[in-house]
T-cell receptor, first 114, second 115 residues
Framework: AQSVTQPDIHITVSEGASLELRCNYS??????LFWYVQSPGQGLQLLLK??????LVQGIKGFEAEFKRSQSSFNLRKPSVHWSDAAEYFC????????????FGGGTRLMVKP | NAGVMQNPRHLVRRRGQEARLRCSPM?????VYWYRQLPEEGLKFMVY????????ESGMPKERFSAEFPKEGPSILRIQQVVRGDSAAYFC?????????????FGPGTRLTVL
């Protein structure tokens, strides 16, 4: 069975600073990887996804993520954080042989200092 | 093009009552997934349905919980005899008939509070 670990429960960065949110997964084959963002009291919005091909994927809102098979990681990055990026971020892995379900990490709550 | 709709957005029930959560998938989507998010946790898969069929219910509690997705109308997640531990946010997601690599679109969620 697949699993996802987000080691950082909370992260605080200053506005304008760079950001990296960590995600490690466990899955036997090539995974389908996703990053979602959830604002307080809201649903989940897809930031970006990796299926195959180029291991550096670009998403919305200036986010990018890099798939590293050797490290089983799919870290999310942003070069300059804005105050509106404060939210909870979830990494997820999907696999067709698991009936299309997504397995989510526990989330990382991002706070942005002015 | 409307997104995934869920109602109600907030639901308060007393212990022992029934909760019914509704999900209307995006237009053209025939696959529906339900996830539960307990406080301070990530989302956990509950059930995957297509029209009139339950495909995978491996994440559903064995008792009190049921789900359906009829030929007409929204998908319903039903919780009978609710307990305080059922308090959570319940999210529905949908994908097209030929979902590309599991991409799912999420609704805003129903936040259930059990008193």
């Amino acid at each position: 069975a697949q699993s996802v670990t987000q080691p950082d429960i909370h992260i605080t960065v200053s506005e304008g600073a760079s950001l990296e949110l960590r995600c490690n997964y466990s899955y036997g084959a090539t995974p389908y990887l996703f990053w979602y963002v959830q604002s307080p009291g809201q649903g989940l919005q897809l930031l970006l996804k990796y299926f195959s091909g180029d291991t550096l994927v670009q998403g919305i809102k200036g986010f990018e993520a890099e798939f590293k098979r050797s490290q089983s990681s799919f870290n999310l990055r942003k070069p300059s954080v804005h105050w509106s990026d404060a939210a909870e971020y979830f990494c997820a892995v999907g696999a067709n042989n698991a009936g299309n379900m997504l397995t989510f990490g526990g989330g990382t709550r991002l706070m942005v200092k002015p | 093009n409307a997104g995934v709709m869920q109602n109600p957005r907030h639901l308060v029930r007393r212990r022992g009552q029934e909760a019914r959560l509704r999900c209307s998938p995006m237009k053209g989507h025939s696959h529906v997934y339900w996830y539960r998010q307990l406080p301070e946790e990530g989302l956990k898969f509950m059930v995957y349905l297509q029209k009139e069929n339950i495909i995978d219910e491996s994440g559903m509690p064995k008792e009190r919980f049921s789900a359906e997705f009829p030929k007409e109308g929204p998908s319903i997640l039903r919780i009978q005899q609710v307990v305080r531990g059922d308090s959570a946010a319940y999210f529905c997601a949908s994908s097209p008939a030929r979902a590309l690599y599991n991409e799912q679109f999420f609704g805003p969620g129903t936040r259930l509070t059990v008193l």
